[in-house]
């Protein structure tokens, strides 16, 4: 995925989180979060039901998967930079976070089903973090998943095998009966991005 597309769906999306959920917190003094937020927006309109099937081949659902503290990312394994730099930096905040004993689950959501088969999206996320989930499925399954998160993804044209697919690029940071709480860009560091995640589960603890 290009530099150029990565901004540009970015942008996007900022601009429907703004849009449709500024009003979903009453005021700060009913958000248990505010003092943990940088984005200024969050809220339930993002995030919703799914069903995928995950790395060892079971169809889940969003129930199976957001039992926890989970940090949620779209893009697929043959993404040649932004998805492999992306899912590093979340492995490593995660891997920051264990060292202080709270425990955020990551996931990888594919977008590109037509490659990404169940051995091929488990081999990308063992890389990264042994508790790591991956998540393929059907093109209607990937594409109601993809919906219900709000996130844009669309395949280039060209070469049947090596094409490549512009989406989405943000990290999704979500509890089981709250929903969204956060979200992230590219530039958030490691450390920071641990800092963030930490401050939120001890807000809902």
């Known amino acids: 995925?290009?530099?150029?597309?990565?901004?540009?769906?970015?942008?996007?999306?900022?601009?429907?989180?703004g849009g449709t959920l500024a009003a979903t917190w009453k005021s700060s003094s009913d958000d248990i979060?505010?003092?943990?937020?940088?984005?200024q927006v969050a809220g339930g309109a993002?995030?919703?039901?799914?069903?995928?099937?995950?790395?060892?081949?079971n169809t889940v659902?969003?129930?199976?998967?957001?039992?926890?503290?989970?940090?949620?990312?779209?893009?697929y394994t043959?993404?040649?930079d932004v998805c492999p730099l992306d899912n590093m930096r979340n492995a490593q905040?995660?891997?920051?976070?264990?060292?202080?004993?709270?425990?955020?689950?990551?996931?990888?959501?594919?977008?590109?089903?037509?490659?990404?088969?169940?051995?091929?999206?488990?081999?990308?996320t063992d890389n990264f973090h042994e508790r790591m989930i991956g998540l393929t499925g059907t093109p209607e399954q990937v594409r109601a998943a993809s919906q219900a998160y709000r996130t844009y993804y669309n395949k280039q044209e060209g070469d049947d095998e090596y094409y490549l697919v512009?989406?989405?690029?943000?990290?999704?940071?979500?509890?089981?009966?709250?929903?969204l709480v956060e979200f992230y860009r590219r530039d958030v560091t490691p450390e920071q991005m641990a800092k963030s995640l930490a401050c939120f589960v001890d807000a809902a603890s």
């Open 1 to 17: 995925m290009s530099k150029t597309y990565a901004i540009a769906a970015g942008a996007a999306v900022v601009a429907l989180l």
């Open 46 to 57: 993002i995030g919703g039901p799914f069903e995928l099937i995950d790395e060892n081949g």
């Open 33 to 39: 979060f505010a003092h943990c937020r940088s984005s």
């Open 93 to 124: 905040a995660i891997e920051i976070l264990d060292e202080q004993n709270i425990e955020v689950t990551p996931v990888f959501i594919s977008i590109d089903p037509e490659r990404d088969t169940v051995d091929v999206v488990r081999d990308f």
């Open 78 to 80: 043959f993404c040649p």
């Open 166 to 179: 512009d989406h989405t690029t943000m990290s999704y940071f979500m509890f089981p009966e709250i929903g």
């Open 61 to 75: 659902t969003d129930a199976d998967i957001i039992t926890g503290p989970t940090l949620i990312y779209f893009g």
